[in-house]
């Protein structure tokens, strides 16, 4: 069997799995702080008998593009937007800390400050806990101040403050829940120099043109290597032909 179709399966495989990342990305086109997941195909040499003249190309995510999202004003209280770099804190459903720039946040039920996806937002002690009945404003730093809309109304006491960490790239890596943590294990150092914009949230920053671009590409290569799967075929059937004639 010529050895073709392996080539030409592997590069008709990965090139789904490519696609599947476009996709995504795409579905992601209008999610509050998305960050786009980034993919390349690397080469990978076939060794066997003989000299190598084949090689595989496989797909492999490379990282996520940290490029900032269009801000976008809303008014509203809880939404928040990292200006320029950094990244809010949140814990993640295991009890671990995790980072995000979606800041389109809200009060659950039990009182506690979450993000729209229900991760609770890290403080500076741990979870942030919102009394009941209050107006809250967050302020550039992180500081959440709170007014009873019972009682003394011009009574303004501070809830907490939300923490701002601001690694490097080569510190961090997306989950496949789109959040970021430390490839260290350990929390993020806070950074005081991260600032927020209240009332401002950001958007994907997933690139809608060049997205399409990736998805037509994708499917013309993925024709290309099924044409040479046919060829395969062809070859060989030709090749059986005149064997047999013989």
Do not use: C, W
């Amino acid at each position: 069997m010529d050895r073709l179709i392996y080539t030409a399966m592997t590069g008709a495989k990965h090139l789904l799995d490519q696609q599947a990342v476009v996709a995504h990305n795409l579905a992601n086109a209008n999610t509050t702080g998305f960050r786009a997941e980034l993919s390349a195909f690397r080469v990978v040499p076939v060794i066997g008998d003989g000299l190598n003249t084949r090689a595989f190309v496989v797909d492999s995510t490379v990282g996520a593009d940290l490029a900032p999202g269009v801000l976008q004003q809303t008014g509203r209280p809880l939404d928040i937007a990292v200006q320029g770099g950094g990244f809010i804190a949140v814990q993640t459903a295991d009890g671990g800390e995790a980072y995000t720039r979606a800041g389109d946040l809200q009060v659950s039920v039990n009182g506690q400050l979450q993000t729209r996806n229900g991760n609770a937002v890290l403080g500076d002690g741990g979870p942030i806990a919102i009394p009941p009945d209050s107006t809250l404003t967050i302020a550039s730093d992180g500081t959440i101040s709170m007014v009873p809309t019972i009682g003394v109304p011009n009574a303004v006491a501070t809830v907490g403050r939300i923490k701002l960490v601001n690694p490097s790239e080569s510190e961090i890596v997306r989950g496949g829940d789109g959040l970021f943590r430390m490839k260290s294990g350990n929390p993020a150092e806070p950074d005081a120099s991260v600032a927020l914009a209240p009332g401002v949230l950001e958007g994907s920053n997933v690139n809608v043109v060049e997205a399409m671009v990736s998805l037509i590409e994708n499917a013309r290569q993925f024709d290309m290597q099924m044409k040479m799967l046919q060829n395969a075929e062809s070859n060989a059937s030709q090749a059986m032909t005149v064997l047999t004639a013989r």
